[in-house]
């Protein structure tokens, strides 16, 4: 057979591996001298790396310095080069193969000596080139530094490696190495080897810049960052603080001076957010250097080089259209529009060396006072409003559309900077007035990506990562194959699988590879979840941005609401005032609602407001608020102020308020803008009629008693208040005092915040109605239906959530809900029940209180969440979380997450964002940029709740659909590399051609799409679908149907073989038929009792998997899905009980020489056939007529039929005729593996068998009655051990995420 290598073949081998032996020496001797360096450095080498995140999330970076090698960069590139040389050569040699076909001259073969020759040392180059690629591909940051000499100062090094410290090594390495076994020792080195990797993941490699002036700088994750000498580390910069006194002296010497300006630019860079866009060649080279496309690229080559042109061809369209269109029409298209997003082109004055300038806003500096324009113009920078004010437009940062006043900054030593003084860049300003050109002036505080609107597309760039079973798994899932294959390997090397050329047996174990890990698999997954965002997007009206999270959405068990604007409407209704007078309480005023805005309705109120309102606190509804007037009249600023100055009616000036009928008038001397450490916002005016000077300070009610005097808070206060926020009134407190009259105005603007909120006296409360959304609670009832436990996470009061809870069933509508406050003093909780008079402690673990939920205020939240050991028992009963900040609610999400939840959270404003980001499924009610940073948002039907409801049901459908996408590949790898060993081994035997074809196009390709097109149910189930890829469900769906297609298999030969007529064949032995010529192997009875089975076995694996069952819509209303399963069974049927057809031969199925060489007609066919169609049958009877010609034969020569001579022996020849019942039989002429009708009935009802079972199954078993057996007997387990929360273990017979 030509085995041998010949001088030639060797020559190369030897050039080849000296190469490497060479490149390895050099790299030695390089990587020697950089570890003497490396021990030569006198400080420790790595330094901590200020990181900004854009999430503000705690993480620990190291900075580590390098200095560039001519040397080393020639080496590591060299392996590239080696890399790029060696496919070259695998495509050439490839094609030359081939000779005399596709125009392959033929002077490879005959100088290699033959296609032995010439494919060993192509295999050898093959494996080394794939071996090396995957090295470059998950080393590629790590080696680019192992090429350079590390230097102990980083103001030396020209590049920075940037390493997140990750906690790699974890107890689970811990072992007693007295009782370690060969399994704890080989376990302990594999995950030291993936920790590895993992750490070669965290690295990323920046160059340093140098500007003229000597400043070294880097850019990482958009922010720039600059050397300092004082600490040797780089830090970032862009951003920057400023006192009251430093910004108006800004101002009054004229800004900053060219110069400074300059420095500052050098300093920290353009005002620009550096979104790099990747060229198209950067982008394919970034998506081709993923390690999947190396076992990609194994299966295309091995294919293509085996003669199976046609099935390599395939997959290399398959994997460069995959990638391309991915890369190409995904990836880089996001990184435009971020790109676009985070584009600023505009101009903008600002004030330099006292002179008004106009420049572009990419040259916006720290500490330039630019004049803001108004007319919806964005912000360039982040910055403090020094002089006049604006109203802004801030939904782009919270989504919330209420437009904003930003108000200057105090000219008083005792000023305190507020949200209130900043305005952030990007937000659109709506009205703009000051003292230039009546412009407001700004100082820019932050610029570049250090701006709140940079954080934005950072949060976009880099988005938080989570946890998920199924990503988890999924390396054990390759390492199990890779065991499989390994035990393939062995059986391929045995002597039993002789295929006469070891080249053959190399590509054959190759070949066998590639089916394990089809390409098709990601592609698959990717399929399914893009058909669910794009039934969001059309059907639900839900925008994603990460199509991957939502099969995630589909495993959530806890969803963490936002209140106000997601429960409830957006706006809250102002509906009373409950006046205070004496220390007393007096009678409650209430007013009309006015949806409609009729004047009659205002009128009444507004006079009653002036009847019945006292007057300090008809007074303090008037101007103790941020709300401002634009010059349209239009309000803005809070809902709930703007709302209150609606009905008060009061108009709005720059320094004075006056009453509808103008006989008052207050005038503003200083403003107290609301400080979230504090609770309170407040306001100092003066009484334009008597001259009094009053403080009026606003705040929940809590806080209001606490600052106020003693004998200044009616007795029945608690009682009144909590009554209020139990009837679901969100209630604020204001309180007041009097001031000297004498007081100037410098000398309060001096005055610290805590001497004007001293001595303060209750003077009243308000009580705003926010109304739920009218589909809250049905959606909360669909979650409940779903065992999805939801909670409240508010800023809010607790009681007010408490109550919220019970209208939308969240909490128990009829079961007590108890209070949890940090108790006085600060130690502990105390727990109380709202509902009753009594202020007692209660014992929550009491048999009484037991199984009462829980409602917690922020500062019990803190306490528990640092004492976790009270936190582990209570969590699951708490249902409500209340006055909590946004660093809280994402405490709260990282909890439950914590505890093997998966989370989901809904909101509606920025200070949601850090929750939506944390959770596993964020969906933001907002049609506002800030939405981005969720991967799901919407503004569907009034930001309807019932939009989550929506997007766990296509989360399920869609988590189930990339399952039993991920069970038929598993069933594919299993059931098609055993049939074919199996085949290998009966006689070194394989399929036909286009069996292959059929299996990864027709099944692989359109049987696969049309699964994903299944849509949801219309109801959620009471369980989740399972995410574990090792769970008994999921390896059930996947052993079944392997060991049931081998069974029949095994069958379909046992009856085969019982047939007299049967004649076994071996075409390498038997008829000595070429081992490349792998296509014409699968001329015999065997391989066609193979074939039918194995694409039985996988259509039917398919549609089996593509069941409703409690997530998807039954299959019938699958149309697609039905149609190519029935055409597949009606296809398979005709194979199997027709007489031969030219259909027939394209299989090779009862298949006989004269239709075969008519499905020449068959021309598309035909010519992507790589030598089966249209050519002789080379069947069992072939042996019968060579075994005859043998004595005319040259010595080593073996006849086998060709068209020159009509597939028959030539005329004249004894052997046997044409017609003899030995060579045709069963109708069919000429050699055949034509069955017998027997044969061909038995095998059907062994078929339809092996259907029935596999159906039975999937319908009793995984999705029936067994199934709900198996969840309530794990749950009865769980409840005997103490270990089952509702909600948490409710999925497909598996206890798992």
Known sequence: MGDLINDAGIWLCTTVVLVLVFLALLNGLFQFNRKQV????????????????????????????????????????????????????????????????????????????????????WLLIFTIDHILGMVLIFTWEAMRTRFMYPVSSLADATHVMIEEELPFMTEDFLVDPDTEG??????????????????????????????????????????RYIHSEEDDCFHPTGIVDYTAAQVHEAVRRGGLTSKEAKVMLNACGKNEINVHVPSILEALLTEFSDFTYIFNSIGTWSYMVFSSWNIGLFWLLLTLGSGIFRSLFIVRPNQKK????????????????????????????????????DNSTKLPCDGLVVEGSLVVNESMLTGEPMPIQKMPVEKSDAAVIGKKNLAYAGTACLESSGPHDNKALLIATAVGALTTRGQLVRMVLFPTSVRFKYNDQLPKVYMLLSCYMVILFAIYLSPKMNLHSWVATYLLVLNTIAMCLSPMLPVSMVMGQSAAANRLEKTHKIGCLQPGRIPIAGKISTMVFDKTGTITKDGMDFDAVIPVEGAKFSGRVSFMPNDNEEQRITDENRAKIKAEVPERLRHALACCHTVAALRDGTLVGNHVEVSMVTLTGWSIGEKELKSPSGDEALEVVKKLDFDHSRMTSGVVVRNSQTKQLVVYVKGSYEKIKSISESTEVPETYDEVTQKCAKDGYYTLGIATKLLDNTLTEQQIADMTRDSLEAGLGVCGLMLFRNEMKRDSPDAIRELKKGSIRSVICT?????????????????????????????????????????????????????????????????????????????????????????????????????????????????????????????????ALSDAEASMVSPFATGRDGKSLMTVVDLIREGRACLSTNMATFQYFMVYAFTLTTIRTILVWHGALNLGEYVWVTMDIGIGMIMIWTMTLSKPTGELCHYRPTATLLGPRTLSAIAFPYITAIITLFVGFGLLWSKDWYEHLAPINDIHLLPSLWMLRG??????????????????????????????????????????????????????????????????????????????????????????????????QVKIWQAEMQPV?????????????????????????????????????????????????????????YILVNHLFTKLFLQGPVAARLRQMQKRTDEEQGTYVPSVYNSESDVEL
């Open 182 to 223: 060969h399994l704890d020792r080989l376990k302990r080195h594999g995950s030291k080897v993936q920790a590895r990797f993992k750490r070669a993941k965290c690295r990323t490699v920046v160059k340093v810049d140098v500007e003229k002036d000597g400043a070294r700088s880097i850019e990482y994750t958009c922010v």
């Open 1083 to 1180: 001329d015999n009875y065997d391989s066609s009792i193979g074939a039918i089975t194995l694409v039985l076995a996988l259509v039917n694996t398919g549609y089996v998997n593509t069941y409703g069952g409690a997530f998807r819509r039954n299959i019938l209303t699958n149309i697609g899905v039905n149609v190519v399963y029935f055409i597949f069974l009606f296809a398979l049927g005709w194979l199997l009980l027709s007489s031969p057809t030219q259909f027939n031969c394209v299989f090779r199925v009862n298949c006989d020489n004269k239709q075969s060489q008519e499905a020449k007609a068959l021309t598309p066919l035909a010519l992507f056939s790589a030598g089966g169609v249209g050519n002789c049958f080379l069947g069992p």
């Open 795 to 923: 800023g809010d009061n607790a009681l007010t959530g408490i109550s919220i809870g019970k209208q939308c069933g969240i909490a128990s509508q009829h079961g007590k809900v108890l209070l949890g406050e940090v108790a006085k003093g600060g130690e502990g909780i105390e727990w109380r029940d709202p509902d009753s008079e009594s202020s007692r402690s209660i014992e929550i673990g009491s048999n009484t209180y037991g199984d009462c939920q829980l409602a917690v205020t922020q500062g019990a939240w803190r306490h528990l969440h640092e004492h976790l050991s009270e936190l582990e028992v209570i969590w699951p009963r708490i249902v409500v979380f209340a006055r909590m900040k946004p660093e809280d609610k994402i405490n709260v999400v990282k909890y439950f997450q914590s505890r093997a939840l998966v989370v989901g959270m809904c909101g509606d404003g920025g200070n949601d964002c850090g929750g939506l980001r944390a959770a596993h499924a964020g969906l």
């Open 338 to 373: 971020i790109h676009e997003l985070a584009q600023l082109h505009t101009e903008c004055e600002v004030l330099r060396d006292g002179k008004w300038t106009t420049i572009r806003a990419a040259d916006i500096v720290l500490g330039d006072v630019v004049a803001i324009e």
């Open 1193 to 1249: 034969m040259p010595p080593e020569e073996y006849w086998l039929p060709d068209d020159e001579s009509g597939c028959t022996p030539p005329s004249g020849s004894n052997t046997t005729p044409w017609s003899s019942p030995d060579i045709s039989q069963f109708g069919c002429e000429g050699p055949n593996n034509c069955f017998s009708t027997a044969l061909r009935w038995q095998l059907v009802v062994v078929f339809v068998a």
């Open 38 to 121: 490396l021990d030569s450095l006198q400080e420790p080498f790595g330094k901590p790396l200020t990181f900004h995140s854009p999430d503000d999330s705690v993480r620990t970076f190291k900075q580590y310095g390098f200095v560039y090698s001519t040397y080393g960069a020639i080496l590591l590139h060299s392996w590239v080069a080696l890399f790029a040389i060696g496919y070259i050569y695998m495509i050439l040699f490839c094609w030359l193969s081939y000779s005399p076909q596709f125009l392959a001259p033929g002077f490879a073969l005959e100088y290699f000596g033959g296609w032995n020759g010439l494919m060993a040392p």
